[in-house]
């Protein structure tokens, strides 16, 4: 019997599309990742709001949602999807943000949101691999209990709980927001995070400093 022949992560984007499914490459073998739960992508979009706004106020890059790829390492193809991620723009390629494909390196900061069904250990994996190829730091929020693991590029582990603040080290400077908070009221869970000034009027996410559109090969959209 032959060799069983690797997954590139060319092979992977080439992969008929799967409704609720997302693929990852773990040393070049596929990883189906199933959708998330509705907590679960709760805190993912608030997260995503969190980091967003304050990327925005201070005009530090590019923040991605739960769909966005990244090639950690080649040959064999390690390629992981983040629950939300930041690129800051020193490392936004001159000729733009490409339509096809995946990032080709790792996120300056990789958020991971742990459902009830991860293991420990696959997360820890996930957080090594991610260090290993040049993110600079990596939080891993845990719903249960509430709480958060920060790692910097050292690998240090700082954990956080509820009523602490998210640091950004120098990747995202200054305190971030507290650690989300997840409660019930009147049966429905909630999850909230410190107030935060009045955002500034929404520009188009690839928006550079100045206004400067980042080229993706078409025109640019109108803003939003």
């Not at 709980?161 to 640091?167: C, K, Q, V």
Request: contains cysteine; hydrophobic residues 40%.
């Amino acid at each position: 019997m032959g060799a069983k022949r690797l997954v590139t992560a060319e092979d992977l984007w080439a992969l008929p599309e799967k409704p609720g499914v997302n693929y990852e490459l773990a040393d070049g073998e596929l990883i189906e990742v199933s959708g998330a739960s509705p907590l679960h992508g709760l805190i993912s979009a608030l997260v995503l709001r969190l980091i967003g706004a304050y990327t925005r106020e201070r005009d530090l890059g590019l923040v991605c949602g739960d769909n966005t790829s990244y090639i950690l390492r080649r040959a064999p193809d390690l390629v992981r999807i983040p629950d939300v991620s930041f690129v800051s723009w020193a490392r936004v390629p001159e000729e733009g943000v490409s339509e096809e494909g995946y990032w080709p390196f790792a996120p300056d900061l990789a958020v991971e949101i742990v459902s009830p069904g991860d293991r420990a250990n696959d997360v820890h994996d996930k957080v090594r691999e991610y260090l290993a190829a040049g993110t600079a730091m990596v939080w891993v929020l845990w719903s249960r209990p509430q709480s958060a693991t920060v790692y910097g590029p050292d690998g240090v582990a700082r954990e956080l709980g509820p009523d602490d603040e998210l640091d950004g080290g120098d990747v995202l400077p200054g305190p971030c927001g507290r650690v989300v908070r997840v409660r019930r009221r009147r049966g429905a869970p909630r999850v909230t995070f410190p107030r935060r000034p009045p955002e500034p009027a929404i520009r188009h996410p690839l928006a550079r400093r100045g206004g400067e559109g980042v080229p993706t090969g078409r025109p640019r959209p109108d803003a939003v």
